[in-house]
């Protein structure tokens, strides 16, 4: 009875909220108590710092970041947030250069310390501290009797260089900002605004909203929670009159919407403000003297919300901080699912446990629209935006866990898809160092050494969720080992002081439960070839410890954040990326509109072929054949609507001739347009040797690529070559590698030309200009009939010695509109691979004659000696040659054979799809 009535007034109080809402007025505050971090869990912390070091230092790493305001005086912390009036800046100078110096100072370059430079920022080179007028002292010369800075206000008597005071001095006025910046000619330097942005807002306030509320839960200190709350709650009194769009800049352009900040921090920004005012809520709800403060505050400078009680103060951060954000959602609109997963936490901290179902239907409408593309929202960058919805949604699952300890479970068993957004980030992790370059993220050959689908922190040295614990209890609902080696392989591969949570309950049998699966099952994640249809890229392996090799096809140039790289490939052998992607557009150099940011994202940039210099048409292509053997692996991917044609079509083979090594073939169909080009470049090189070519004529691609000095044989025989030696980047010196990569071209009737392509190889978005070599084969026509094309390629990456003696092309009398490759391997071994000529049309090729018969669309035959090794047929029913003969009982499509003594065994297919094998001489048929 009791309980029911419990709910008759929640439900009234809910009702009477709904009222005033729909009459105009904001809610009364609901919240009671501290949702994502109650009592249990402080009293958990402060055991775990009693009883483990390492949790010791967890506090201790905590209360260090919070020692500056801790140490500051309450009207001082008061003091730290400011108004509106000063126009913040993203960049001092996006492409910008040091006045005093003259060395570039891209981006976020400069330095800035805000406690012992305040209203400072410092060159990195020189280390010149700008504005050279003593900022603060003008700045508290026009404040209001509000506290609010008016520029009006202010003694303009002070705006000079303090180290030339004489108004005679040449330099009297140098460096100096009022707070619109420096002002040289047409240049302008926003010393002020960037500091404001980036030192006042988002260190010395939100920071310190974030490491107060922090250092409270681990501590117990109300100390540290009445600081954090004087900053929420003068943040408050100027939270509404925030709006970037009007008041700040980024790329020195307004109307970036937002609030203090532009609008993607914005958005993250009021999560943790959310986050930070739930974790000292208990705190400060009976903190007498926080409101004998902050009416005080409020009567001296005369503002509308008097604050003599806590349910004022309480009404003051939640209706003008939480509830105006919600209100707002365009000024924290994001890369999805940000927005939703704040506003989800926002209405979380505030109402709960009074929405439930509200939000747990908010659950159901995230993970609904996030996992659409393999278990995420098929946003491109794939090690950077791709990364945005598992990264929050984990930290999300994490922080709901210590709400409720069956939350976890019951989600997943209404949403098992969880499963496949924290294996999308396993799938496509290369060698544990490298992920596909698809979109914007990373820098040219970057590695990404660490697990990229949720942010695992070690040692411990935060309050929010660990990681670590999260990928126990997704091994426990998923039964999946990988997770368990996740977050072993992220703590470095040891037990130690796991799981980093400081809130764990029991971390020793934590660290028994990760050895004990270690222990069975190793730490080698079981990851093999993935096609990722709905996102669109493809990764086959093979090879096994440091011999591990994987290529990588992209298929869907659609989608936030993408690049025009349609079919695009890359290559990661050797422990190193072979065929690296440029990444993140070097937006240092003007802005995405700049020509070296628009330069990374065109096609010309990218491992595939440009139809008359155009870009990609957003438009998402397909597999055509899908082939994943043991010795084997091909895929055949298609896209004509990327380029408005016939067909766009490559088909890849990997073929492994021993543990070690492996080679490519890459074939390319293209019709449609006038123009086709084939780019290829690889790693940083040390050295490029070519054979076959007579690179004298000098030729330019155009098209406003960030190409030059291209070189071109206008007619060279098919079996020409290019040779990478490899070097590895440190520290900006190039240094050399035994690691080679060597592209040997069949295509026939086209242009080979070696040039040069800009990349900028830092990862702060500029800095770092480097020219690399760029091979291009190209193919032109002034025909009326649309262009045909089939570029046909090898690629043999290789370590000091190469392995194939010779390449040819070859004619098929029994398979007419087949052609034909032959590898010849140094250790004698002969390798057959046949494919369809585009159209249907053969071409004169080599004169040497192969006779296969076959009605297979990719045949693939390895022999050495007078034995066949291995056979493969793609999309057939039957295979001839020499003394082979194989009949399958209906068209399949894979089969990979493998001779063992004086059978063939079936390694990757149906072996009940045989019908017969017979040798000439003897019969052995697949029992």
């Known amino acids: 009875m009791i309980y029911k009535s419990l709910w008759l007034l929640v439900i009234l109080f809910v009702g009477l909220n709904l009222v005033a809402l729909s009459n105009g007025a904001l809610p009364k505050p609901i919240k009671q108590s501290s949702v994502f971090y109650p009592r249990p869990l402080i009293d958990k912390a402060l055991e775990n710092v009693k009883n483990h070091k390492w949790a010791k230092q967890c506090q201790e790493s905590i209360m260090k970041k919070s020692e500056p305001w801790l140490q500051c005086a309450d009207d001082e912390i008061w003091s730290f947030m400011f108004g509106p009036s000063i126009t913040r800046a993203w960049m001092v100078w996006s492409d910008g250069v040091c006045p005093k110096c003259g060395k570039d100072v891209k981006m976020y370059q400069w330095n800035m310390d805000i406690w012992k430079h305040p209203f400072k920022v410092i060159c990195p080179h020189c280390s010149s501290i700008f504005p050279t007028n003593d900022f603060e002292k003008f700045y508290k010369s026009g404040l209001n009797e509000n506290g609010i800075y008016d520029s009006k206000l202010a003694d303009r008597k002070l705006l000079f260089n303090k180290d030339h005071p004489d108004t005679n001095d040449p330099e009297h006025l140098f460096g100096v900002d009022d707070g619109e910046g420096y002002v040289e000619g047409d240049k302008r330097w926003r010393f002020i605004g960037y500091y404001i942005t980036k030192g006042q807002w988002k260190q010395k306030v939100y920071g310190g909203i974030h490491c107060l509320s922090e250092a409270y839960l681990v501590t117990d200190n109300p100390a540290y929670a009445r600081k954090a709350a004087i900053l929420l709650d003068r943040l408050a009194d100027l939270y509404p009159t925030f709006d970037y769009a009007t008041q700040g800049t980024v790329y020195e352009t307004g109307g970036h919407r937002g609030y203090v900040c532009v609008w993607h921090d914005a958005c993250g920004e009021a999560q943790i403000l959310a986050q930070s005012f739930d974790k000292i809520f208990d705190a400060i709800k009976k903190d007498e003297a926080l409101v004998r403060f902050l009416s005080e505050k409020a009567k001296r400078y005369k503002l509308e919300n008097p604050k003599t009680n806590f349910s004022l103060i309480q009404e003051n951060i939640e209706n003008r901080i939480f509830r105006d954000t919600l209100k707002n959602g365009k000024k924290i609109d994001s890369n999805y699912p940000a927005k939703p997963v704040t506003e989800l936490t926002i209405k979380t901290v505030l109402e709960w446990p009074h929405n439930r179902e509200e939000i747990m239907n908010r659950f159901a409408e995230i993970i609904a629209t996030s996992t659409k593309a393999d278990g995420v929202t098929g946003e491109k960058g794939l090690s950077g935006y791709s990364t945005i919805f598992p990264q929050l949604f984990s930290s999300l699952l994490g922080r709901f866990a210590h709400l409720d300890s069956n939350f976890l479970k019951d989600l997943y068993a209404q949403h098992p898809i969880i499963h496949k957004t924290f294996r999308f980030h396993i799938d496509t992790w290369c060698l544990d160092k490298y992920y596909p370059r698809v979109g914007d993220c990373g820098h040219f050959a970057s590695r990404v050494e660490r697990y990229a689908g949720a942010g695992f922190v070690k040692p411990a040295s935060t309050t929010e969720p660990s990681m670590y614990s999260l990928f126990w209890k997704l091994y426990e609902l998923t039964n999946d080992t990988d997770f368990v080696k996740v977050l072993y392989k992220a703590n470095d591969s040891a037990f130690e002081d796991l799981p980093h949570d400081i809130f764990s309950a029991d971390p020793e049998q934590f660290q028994k439960n990760v050895k004990r699966i270690i222990d069975k099952e190793g730490d080698v994640l079981k990851v093999g070839d993935v096609n990722l249809t709905q996102w669109g890229i493809a990764v086959l392996r093979s090879g096994e410890k440091e011999l591990k090799r994987a290529f990588w096809v992209a298929y869907h140039p659609s989608g936030s954040h993408r690049h025009n790289d349609g079919l695009t490939l890359g290559l990661f052998a050797k422990k190193l990326d072979l065929l690296p992607d440029f990444g993140y557009p070097p937006v240092g150099y003007g802005g995405w509109s700049a020509p070296k940011a628009v330069w990374y994202a065109k096609t010309a940039a990218h491992n595939t072929v440009t139809v008359d210099g155009k870009n990609h048409l957003p438009k998402n292509g397909n597999t055509a054949f899908w082939g994943a053997g043991k010795y084997f692996d091909m895929i055949k991917v298609s896209g004509a609507e990327m380029i408005d044609g016939k067909k ?188 369809p000529a585009i159209d249907n049309i053969r071409t004169n090729v080599d004169t040497r004659t192969i006779r296969i018969k076959s009605d297979a669309e990719f045949i693939f035959i390895s022999k050495r000696d007078e034995w066949i090794e291995s056979a493969v047929i793609c999309n057939g029913s039957s295979l001839e040659f020499e003394k082979l003969k194989i009949n399958l009982k209906e068209k399949t499509d894979f089969l990979e054979l493998r001779r063992a003594d004086k059978e063939m065994e079936v390694v990757t297919g149906n072996k009940d799809s045989i019908e017969s094998i017979l040798f000439t001489g003897f019969d052995s048929l697949i029992p």
Not at 690 to 703: A, D, I, R, S, V
Not at 743 to 753: I, K, Q, W
């Open 648 to 835: 766009y079509d490559r088909a890849i083979a990997k073929i492994d001739i021993s543990d070690e090594d492996f080679y490519l073939i890459d074939i390319f169909d293209v019709i449609g347009g006038k123009d086709h080009a084939l780019f290829f470049n690889s790693a940083f090189s040390s050295g490029i040797e070519t054979q076959g070519l007579n690179l004298t004529n000098p030729t330019e691609y155009g098209y406003q690529t960030e190409t030059r000095n291209f070189k071109a044989d206008k007619s060279p025989e098919p079996g020409w070559s290019i040779d990478w030696k490899i070097a590895e980047e440190k520290d900006g010196e190039m240094i050399p590698t035994d690691i080679h990569l060597k592209y040997t071209g069949l295509t026939e009737n086209a242009e080979a030309s070696l040039g040069e392509c800009w990349i900028d190889f830092s990862n702060r978005f500029g800095g770092k200009s480097l020219w690399i070599p760029r091979l291009m084969i190209r193919r032109q026509s002034k025909d009326a009939a649309p262009l045909a094309s089939q570029f046909i390629g090898i690629l043999e990456p290789y370590e000091k010695q190469e392995f194939i003696h010779r390449i040819f092309s070859f004619h098929i009398p029994d398979k007419p509109q087949s052609r034909g490759i032959g590898v010849e391997l140094k250790d004698g071994g002969k390798q057959y691979f046949c494919f």
